[in-house]
């Protein structure tokens, strides 16, 4: 079993907190993604699990049981680095025997974990080389090869993809989800890529100054951001954010900016007049050649992307971020730049966050 | 007229390489002089003009100066109180026990430095300024406590002053090695289940191996020459070589240049053969980059 709580948890480097007060329990074969920008705590409550940093108070539990005072090798992790940390002078088969040979498992047994996890991790033809000899991707795989043998009850990843380029991110992506479904362990991933946690989480936890800023699935996370800035750092293009005024009238409320002018939906009716910041997905803002209706605005074309399956439209919105519509298919690849188009919002997938950027209104069913 | 780009970068390197010629000419010419002297007859020890090239070679100083050998002394320059290899033994002992002393110690709390901070910056240059010290200040009272504790003119007393003095040097030169040594690769090891000593054993120490052997020879070399401290604190019982070499210049004698020569060659072959056996490890060791990250 290896159920992890953390209970308070506080860490200080001297008077700078790196960590306030996380509380939270990883469920035994939960894949768990910690994910925010750097400096924002993740990667040391990593290392507080783990064991190489002493939390400055609060309690971590594995299993039922305080390992505050276990040394990192009693708690029965393991770790995968970001650095991959193999060991250069000894050659990959003994990088993965390590473990192994750490835990005196006699040296027939070794032999044969050594052969299996190897070829679980495609990596048999290089169990000769030196570590030095290999790739970025491969000394990856060796890493979690190293990790994997020991048969930990939970994995403990640090931005172990961070060091490798976009095609062998997928790859290894793909390998660590894999590993996942196959050996049913808790899984503990830190990194700062949004779509990493995305595509791996069971549950995501949004960490921000030291501080946990939402946890939910990929899914509650995307369609229910609390805060601007979960709204901001989730998505791919990111969600449209505009700065305006809430106001109240006649007709009920409505948000206005320079550019736009929207009237709120009858969820939005009890939020007070003020300063305010208008969040809708590039997907869910209609574009029309002839305007369609609700209309929002009629902005004018700033750039345009056509990707093949779908077409990006950045519009001019009067701020320095575009406004981004994502059209379907090439329909809109031919638009000019500098035509105006009329763009409408989906009502339903609005996102009003207050001046404190924390969300306005009630969260979607 | 103006010279074309080509000719410009010729002409260039070919003043460089003039001057970096001159420059190791100049550099090498002294010992090439006391190779030569070595093997110097007597007579052409300081005549003028310069004899470049000793005619006809003879073994008569090594002879002399090495094994006592009478019939090679001329009666003038004859050495034979001296025993050198009683000194090639001192300064084996002396030079190695406190170099090594040096090393190990050094090493440890240079890992303690790195690892668990256990000085501060500011003692670390501190630990550095001891050797910012000249040696002849602190020479004549170290004289007297080495007289009151029994140490004047011992090997121990040579060993303690020789460990004391070159262990900031070895904890400097270490630190550095140690500090090239990822932290997450000893962090691995942790958690794969290795103790602290066996991380140390099993990891670190094959690491920095080559910049241990860089930090040993290094010391070596200011061990092996020293003279100052030596020279006050020993008498006649414990006698190093540059002691030694020393002694072949007297009131009554004058200078016995081939004799000191030929010892002088004597003192360095150790360390070219030292340097020469380990030099796959200092190549490495003072490159220091050698841990891939």
């Keep these: ?365 | 007229m103006a010279m074309t780009k080509t000719q410009r970068r010729r002409v260039s390197s070919t003043v460089r390489y003039v001057i970096l010629t001159v420059w190791a000419l100049m550099a090498a010419f002294p010992i090439y002089w006391m190779v030569a002297t070595s093997f110097k007859p007597d007579t052409q020890w300081f005549s003028w003009p310069p004899v470049y090239f000793p005619h006809p070679p003879t073994l008569a100083n090594y002879m002399n100066v090495w094994f006592g050998a009478q019939q090679y002394a001329q009666t003038q320059y004859a050495i034979s109180s001296q025993k050198p290899f009683v000194s090639l033994w001192n300064s084996t002992v002396i030079a190695s026990t406190s170099t090594f002393l040096s090393v190990l110690f050094g090493s440890i709390l240079a890992y303690g430095v790195s690892r668990y901070r256990i000085l501060s910056e500011a003692r670390m240059f501190q630990l550095l300024m001891l050797r910012m010290i000249p040696p002849i200040v602190v020479v004549a009272p170290l004289s007297l406590y080495y007289s009151a504790l029994g140490l004047l003119d011992t090997r121990l007393g040579l060993i303690m002053v020789y460990f004391l003095t070159t262990l900031p040097y070895a904890v400097w030169m270490t630190k550095s090695f140690i500090d090239e040594v990822p932290l997450e690769v000893e962090q691995a090891a942790e958690i794969l289940g290795a103790s602290r000593w066996r991380t140390i054993f099993e990891v670190v120490l094959p690491l920095i191996r080559s910049g241990l052997v860089a930090t040993f020879l290094f010391i070596l070399i200011l061990t092996w020459s020293e003279y100052l401290l030596a020279l006050i604190l020993t008498k006649t019982q414990v006698s190093t070589l540059p002691i030694e070499l020393s002694k072949y210049q007297g009131s009554t004698e004058g200078r016995v240049y081939g004799r000191q020569a030929a010892l002088a060659v004597g003192i360095t072959i150790p360390l070219m053969f030292v340097g020469l056996i380990i030099r796959k490890h200092l190549a490495r060791g003072f490159s220091f980059g050698m841990v891939r990250r």
Aim: some cysteine.
């Design chain 1, 1 to 365: 079993m290896a159920r992890i709580e953390l209970v308070n948890l506080h860490k200080s480097f001297g008077a700078v907190p790196a960590v306030k007060n996380l509380s939270m329990e990883i469920e035994d074969g939960e894949f768990v993604v910690f994910v925010g920008p750097s400096g924002c705590g993740k990667t040391t409550t990593l290392r507080m699990i783990a064991g190489f940093e002493d939390p400055t108070s609060g309690e971590i539990r594995i299993g039922g049981r305080v390992v505050n005072d276990l040394e990192p090798r009693d708690r029965g992790l393991g770790m995968v680095f970001q650095s991959h940390a193999l060991f250069p002078h000894k050659n990959v088969a003994q990088n993965i025997e390590f473990g192994l040979r750490m835990k005196k498992v006699p040296q027939a047994e070794r032999v044969k974990r050594v052969q299996d996890v190897a070829e679980m991790v495609r990596i048999t033809h290089l169990l000769g080389k030196m570590p030095g000899q290999c790739s970025g991707g491969e000394s990856q795989r060796i890493a979690l090869a190293r990790t994997l043998v020991t048969n930990p009850s939970t994995f403990l990843l640090d931005e172990p993809l961070s060091s490798l380029d976009a095609k062998l991110r997928r790859e290894l992506r793909a390998e660590c989800d894999r590993l996942h479904q196959a050996l049913n362990r808790t899984f503990i991933y830190v990194t700062h890529d949004q779509e990493e946690a995305m595509t791996l989480a069971d549950r995501i936890v949004v960490m921000r100054a030291g501080e946990v800023e939402q946890v939910g699935s990929p899914m509650e996370i995307y369609a229910n951001p609390v805060s601007y800035f979960v709204a901001d750092f989730f998505g791919s293009p990111s969600m449209n954010l505009v700065a305006g005024d809430i106001v109240q009238g006649d007709a009920g409320a409505r948000f206005r900016s320079v550019s736009f002018d929207v009237a709120l939906p009858g969820r939005f009716k009890d939020v007070k007049p003020g300063a305010a910041t208008l969040g809708i997905r590039p997907e869910h803002v209609g574009v029309g050649r002839n305007g369609g209706a609700p209309q929002a605005a009629s902005l004018p074309v700033r750039l345009v992307e056509p990707l093949g399956r779908d077409t990006l439209l950045y519009f001019d919105a009067g701020s320095e971020r575009a406004f981004v519509a994502i059209s379907e298919g090439l329909a809109m690849a031919d638009v000019q730049v500098g035509a105006s188009l009329a763009l409408s919002f989906d009502p339903e997938r609005l996102h009003l966050f207050g001046a404190n950027g924390r969300r306005l209104g009630p969260q979607y069913a």
